[in-house]
C-alpha cells in the first residue's frame, strides 16, 4: 500500500516542514466551513426525517476533503461535483440560501425544482449541477479541461468522485483522455470505504486508487482526507500543476462515510458500529480542533462563537425556505429546451387553462 500523507495527527500533532503557511484567519476559516458542513447535513437529515424536505445525502465525516480542496481553487476555476459536496460549495461561493432552497424545491430554487435535492448547481461561481449515474461527471470534468486548454483559458477543473465510480467505464476514459492531452484537471477520488453498500476491498484489487495515476501517464498521490491541510497542501500543488500546463493529477483521499449514504440507506445492514466507532476517533472536526488548540488559536469560546454563528445561519436559511412557497407550476417547462417544441407548447397552453392562466 502507498505512503499515506499526511500533516496532522489523530492528537493534533503536526509537521511543521510540511504544514501550509496559513494565517490564523485562515485557519479558521476552513474550521468553520468545515462545522458549517456538519451542522447543516444534522439540520438537513433532521428535516427530512420529519418529512419538510424529500431526501438528503450527507456527507459526515468527508468535511476536510470538502473544505480542504476548495480552498485551493481560484473564484474561476471549475468544480464539478458528484452529490456529496455541500461544504465545498459553500466554501466556494454558493449562497446557503440558495442551496437550502434547492433542497426544498421552492420558488426560490434557481432550478425551479426540475432536481431532486442534493443535486444543485451554480453557473456564476463555476459549479456543475451533478447528476445521480455514478462517474458520469468525469468526461464533463475532461471536456471543460480541454475547451479551457484549447482557449489559452489558466482555468483548472476540480472533479470529485467517490471510490465506486473507479469501477465505470467513465472513469478510464476521462483518465486516458487527460493523461494523453494532459488537460488541467484535479481528479479528486473521496475513498470513503463504501460505494453504498459495497466495500472498497471489493472494488478492485489495485492496492489503491492513486496507483491507477500510473496507467495513464500522470502523477496520483493517497492523502489523509481527515486531514484538511494534507488536502489542502496536495490539491494546491495539483491545481499548481494543471494550471502551468502540466497535465492532470489523481489524489485519492482516504476518508469515511460515517453516516447513510443518504436517507434512504441504512447502513447497519451492512457495516459494524465497531468499524464505524474506529473511524469516529479519526473525526476531520476534531482533529483540525486539537490541532487549532495546540497554535493556541482555539478555545471553548471560539467554539462557541462558531456553533453560534453557523446554527443562526441554517436556521434563518431554512426558515426563508420554509417561507418561500412551491414554484409556479408553469415553470415546469422553463430551462428545459431553448425554444419550447409544440408538442410541449401544447401540454404548456392546457396546463394554462387548468390552473385558470390564460
Given at each position: ?26 485557519l ?20 427530512q ?28 476555476d ?30 426560490e ?29 468525469l ?24 471510490d ?41 484489487r ?43 493529477t ?14 434512504s ?30 497554535k ?13 454563528k ?12 420554509e417561507?418561500?412557497?412551491e ?28 390552473i385558470?392562466?390564460?
Amino acid at each position: 500500500m502507498e505512503e499515506l500523507f499526511q500533516i496532522i495527527g489523530l492528537d493534533g500533532s503536526y509537521d511543521e516542514k510540511l504544514e501550509p503557511k496559513l494565517a490564523e484567519k485562515e485557519l479558521l476559516k476552513l474550521y468553520l466551513y468545515m462545522v458549517l458542513t456538519r451542522v447543516l447535513d444534522t439540520k438537513a437529515v433532521a428535516l427530512q426525517r420529519q418529512g419538510r424536505i424529500g431526501f438528503y445525502v450527507p456527507s459526515q465525516g468527508e468535511e476536510a476533503v470538502q473544505i480542504g480542496s476548495s480552498y485551493a481553487l481560484k473564484p474561476k476555476d471549475w468544480m464539478v461535483p458528484a452529490y456529496r459536496e455541500q461544504g465545498a460549495a459553500l466554501l466556494k461561493g454558493f449562497p446557503i440560501e440558495t442551496l437550502i432552497a434547492q433542497l426544498y424545491g421552492n420558488r426560490e430554487d434557481i432550478l425551479k425544482g426540475h432536481q431532486m435535492p442534493n443535486h444543485f448547481g451554480n453557473r456564476a461561481i463555476n459549479f456543475v449541477t451533478p447528476s445521480s449515474p455514478v462517474g458520469t461527471q468525469l468526461p464533463i470534468a475532461v471536456g471543460i479541461a480541454w475547451a479551457a486548454k484549447l482557449r489559452g483559458d489558466k482555468t483548472v477543473v476540480l472533479v470529485y468522485f467517490g471510490d465506486g465510480a473507479t469501477s465505470q467505464g467513465d472513469f478510464h476514459a476521462a483518465m486516458n483522455f487527460a493523461g494523453v492531452f494532459k488537460v488541467p484537471v484535479v481528479f479528486l477520488c473521496k475513498n470513503n470505504q463504501w460505494a453504498i453498500s459495497l466495500p472498497f476491498s471489493q472494488q478492485t484489487r489495485s492496492k489503491s486508487v492513486a496507483i491507477k495515476a500510473q496507467a495513464y501517464g500522470f502523477d496520483g498521490i493517497r492523502v489523509d482526507g481527515n486531514d484538511v491541510l494534507s488536502i489542502y497542501t496536495a490539491c494546491k500543488k495539483a491545481v499548481k500543476a494543471a494550471r502551468t500546463g502540466k497535465g492532470p493529477t489523481l489524489i485519492e483521499a482516504v476518508t469515511y462515510r460515517m453516516g447513510p449514504h443518504s436517507t434512504s440507506d441504512d447502513p447497519k445492514r451492512y457495516r459494524t458500529e465497531e468499524e464505524v466507532e474506529e473511524w469516529r476517533e479519526r473525526d476531520p472536526i476534531l482533529r483540525f480542533q486539537l490541532y487549532l488548540k495546540s497554535k493556541g488559536i482555539w478555545d471553548e469560546e471560539v467554539e462557541a462563537n462558531v456553533r453560534q454563528k453557523v446554527g443562526r445561519l441554517v436556521d434563518k436559511a431554512v426558515k426563508k425556505a420554509e417561507e418561500a412557497g412551491e414554484p409556479p407550476a408553469e415553470t415546469i417547462f422553463d430551462d428545459v429546451y431553448e425554444e419550447i417544441p409544440w408538442n410541449l407548447a401544447e401540454q404548456r397552453e392546457e396546463l394554462f387553462k387548468l390552473i385558470g392562466r390564460s
